[in-house]
């Protein structure tokens, strides 16, 4: 099947830095990407539409100012958590739209611990 | 998208057929029917979709009833490595995929 590389797997960042994710569709082009939180225990949370060359979609609650979310290309979306805290550590994963196919392929998510 | 509605726990001896039931009673005529695992620490894994047929891939068996109201994954011979939360899920097969709790199954020795 399609594959979504997600970058890094893991990353430990300082409480008011900012952390970059990316999301790659490696063998198809995705017009559009969503970009899930999850929590322990918890159920993915869509925190945003993420759209090729137009601004991206967020849901309710989720602050665009906090999450920048960038989809430059086709295959290249990213997540930049800004001036991250403690309780913005959680499990983000991402899903790329294969529109021919019409199946969603998620990349293996990023485990971000802010200390 | 339709609600669905999951049991949130089941068990399931290895070896044996596990019968993973999902009630979707408001879906709309263009909505699938798609079925994803997760297991821990991992991002959701696609194993089958259907619209009104029933399914079957390497993975599992999609049955969906005739009324479409109801469906059930079948994972034929269920190993250590099925143990998963598993999401039902019917949407359009285009629009952004809303998740539920699912059902958390455990395969047994």
């Known amino acids: 099947g399609a594959v979504v590389s997600q970058h890094p797997s893991r990353v430990i960042c300082k409480s008011g830095t900012s952390v970059k994710i990316e999301c790659r569709s490696l063998?198809?082009?995705?017009?559009?990407m969503f970009w899930y939180r999850q929590f322990p225990k918890q159920s993915l949370m869509l925190m945003a539409t993420s759209n090729e060359g137009s601004k991206a979609t967020y849901e309710q609650g989720v602050e665009k100012d906090k999450f920048l979310i960038n989809h430059a290309s086709l295959t290249l979306s990213t997540l930049t958590v800004t001036s991250a805290h403690p309780e913005d550590s959680s499990f983000y994963i991402c899903?790329?739209?294969?529109?021919?196919?019409?199946?969603?392929?998620f990349g293996q998510g990023t485990r971000l611990t802010v200390v | 998208d339709a609600k669905t509605t999951q049991p949130p726990s089941m068990d399931c001896a290895e070896g044996r057929a596990a019968n993973l039931p999902c009630n979707h009673s408001?879906?709309?005529?263009?909505?699938?029917v798609y079925w994803y695992r997760q297991i821990h620490s991992q991002g959701p894994q696609y194993i089958i979709h259907?619209?009104?047929n029933n399914e079957t891939n390497e993975m599992a068996s999609l049955i969906i009833t005739e009324d479409r109201k109801s469906s059930t994954l079948i994972l034929p011979h269920a190993t250590l490595r099925d143990t998963a939360v598993y999401y039902c899920?019917?949407?359009?097969?285009?629009?952004?995929?809303?998740f539920g709790a699912g059902t958390r199954l455990f395969v047994k020795a």
């Open positions: 899903s790329a739209l294969d529109e021919v196919n019409t199946e969603a392929f």
């Open positions: 063998d198809f082009q995705a017009t559009t």
């Open positions: 899920i019917a949407n359009t097969g285009g629009f952004k995929t809303i």
């Open positions: 408001t879906i709309s005529g263009n909505e699938y």
């Open positions: 259907g619209l009104k």
